[in-house]
């Protein structure tokens, strides 16, 4: 995927700066034959465009920020169970709200699968998920596939 900005989050990130990039509701182009931008017509999928740029310069962690604490495998039932760490593979094989998770989940999969990570957690709490009290770490490889909120060591809580 090519991103117009790309070369300018690349140096602003070498320059050690915090980039915050791909907000929802953009505007997509494409680049003509004569190497112009042209707005085009498109939805984009701000969680799918963010983890595509992350692949695209190698970066080591995705953060989307969400309501949610955690993310949770059968959300609002009986059955809830949050996630504090899964792997790729595991949480692939999880089904979320299309419209709600899905995506997050689609786009932290394809950091993972790229060698990086993703946090996903709660907007008010960006320093609780820096720090794993808070919030869901993908990964590219884990043993246990999944550890649980409720498994996880307490000094991460």
């Known amino acids: 995927m090519d991103?117009?900005?790309e070369g300018q989050i690349r140096r602003l990130l070498e320059d050690g700066t915090l980039a915050v990039c791909v907000g929802g509701g953009g505007v997509p182009v494409r680049t003509d034959a004569k190497g112009r931008h042209?707005?085009?017509q498109a939805v984009v999928d701000k969680d799918?465009?963010?983890a595509a740029l992350a692949a695209d310069i190698q970066a080591d962690t995705l953060i989307m920020l969400t309501d949610g604490d955690y993310v949770s495998e059968d959300w609002g039932t009986p059955e809830q169970r949050d996630i504090h760490t899964a792997s790729a593979d595991a949480v692939a094989g999880m089904a979320f709200a299309e419209g709600s998770m899905q995506p997050k989940i689609d786009a932290a999969i394809r950091?993972?699968?790229?060698g990086g990570r993703a946090l996903i957690g709660p907007l008010d709490r960006l320093d609780d998920l820096l720090a794993r009290r808070v919030g869901t770490e993908i990964?590219?490889?884990l043993a246990e596939g999944v550890i649980w909120v409720d498994q996880a060591p307490a000094k991460k809580r």
């Open 111 to 114: 950091v993972a699968r790229a």
């Open 139 to 141: 990964v590219p490889e």
């Open 3 to 5: 991103h117009a900005e």
């Open 38 to 40: 042209i707005g085009v």
């Open 48 to 50: 799918l465009a963010s």
